[in-house]
């Protein structure tokens, strides 16, 4: 489609390159389409309490099965989608979705953990968006937890700060995912009361796999939470001595294949069911 656009100077890509950007280009003409389509879904992963090991929220995480390129991961996804600007409406979608999920069949107790990117954080109507999921729901505004990554602060900071704290206001809580992975300074842990610091898989993996740096880090993150009145969730546990490791490190909650995978709505609603059969009996 560069050639009918652009005529014929674009014409000396490297085959290789010009596999990719095609590809990219297909990806984001069915992208495009994939929310009228139905194409988008959402999946719940459990996060437990450390100590308990009881469910205290679901993380929703966006799937696309395109009709032309089957599943597609959000690594590759969620970029283009933040390239393209995509993610504004995709994300809209994603925060009426998860808030009406939890509202309509969670207990009262369980939170639901919302990813939002930079490119929506700093759009004007971000909090209107918000306060009109919690409202079409009914969600009690303290059961809706808002993930950023360090990445919202390396532009449009105070913008973006603007509409956390805003959203905090509301009642709201602020996670920030991935920690340690970003580029940022420790300065904006100061400016902006996060509820809870989450652990990058990278971490616990390093951690797993007897890496003293990995160990020392996680240590200093979760006594800096703890300083801070911040509690931390350790991502990507996979096995019980991780979280056995894990748990002794002091982290507050634990989320990771080994409590759940990602799952549809109908299978976190059975995971409760069964747990209030346990409860009965
Ligand atoms: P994230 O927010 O850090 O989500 C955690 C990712 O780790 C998920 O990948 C999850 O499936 C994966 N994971 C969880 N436990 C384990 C484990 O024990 N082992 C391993 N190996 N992986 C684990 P997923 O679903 O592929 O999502 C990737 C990223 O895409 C997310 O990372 C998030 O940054 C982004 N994303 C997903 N859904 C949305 C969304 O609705 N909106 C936005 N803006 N971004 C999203
Ligand atoms: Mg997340
Ligand atoms: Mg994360
Ligand atoms: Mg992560």
């Given at each position: 489609r560069a050639k009918d656009l652009g005529g014929g100077e674009h014409c000396s890509y490297e085959p290789s390159l010009h596999a990719s950007a095609e590809e990219r280009r297909q990806l984001e003409f069915a992208l495009r389409s994939a929310l009228a389509k139905n194409e988008l879904l959402l999946n719940y992963q459990p996060v437990v309490d450390a100590n308990s090991e009881r469910i205290v929220s679901f993380e929703a995480l966006v799937r696309w099965v395109s009709e032309e390129h089957g599943f597609v991961s959000p690594g590759k996804f969620i970029p283009l989608a933040e390239d393209t600007r995509l993610i504004v409406p995709i994300g809209k979608w994603v925060m009426q979705q998860a808030c009406a999920e939890a509202a309509r069949n969670w207990p009262e107790h369980v939170k639901v953990n919302v990813n939002v990117s930079p490119e929506q954080l700093i759009e004007p109507d971000f909090v209107a968006t918000v306060v009109?999921?919690?409202?079409?729901?009914?969600?009690?505004?303290?059961?809706?937890?808002?993930?950023?990554?360090?990445?919202?602060f390396m532009r449009d900071a105070d913008v973006a700060g603007r509409a956390l704290e805003q959203c905090m206001a509301l009642g709201c809580s602020v996670a920030l995912d991935d920690f340690g992975t970003g580029y940022s300074s420790l300065g904006y842990l100061r400016k902006l009361k996060f509820s809870t610091i989450k652990v990058d898989r990278t971490f616990v993996q390093g951690a797993s796999q007897k890496s003293a740096e990995s160990v020392a880090i996680i240590r200093a993150v979760v006594?800096?939470?703890?300083?801070?009145?911040?509690?931390?969730?350790?991502?990507?546990?996979?096995?019980?001595?991780e979280a056995e490791m894990i748990r002794n490190m002091g982290c507050t909650k634990i989320q990771g294949f080994h409590f759940g995978r990602p799952m549809s709505a109908g299978d976190a609603m059975a995971l409760f069911r069964a747990a209030d059969r346990r409860r009965i009996a």
């Open positions: 009109q999921a919690l409202s079409r729901s009914g969600l009690a505004p303290k059961r809706l937890e808002i993930e950023v990554t360090e990445s919202i006594a800096m939470a703890d300083s801070l009145g911040m509690s931390t969730t350790a991502e990507g546990v996979e096995t019980a001595d």
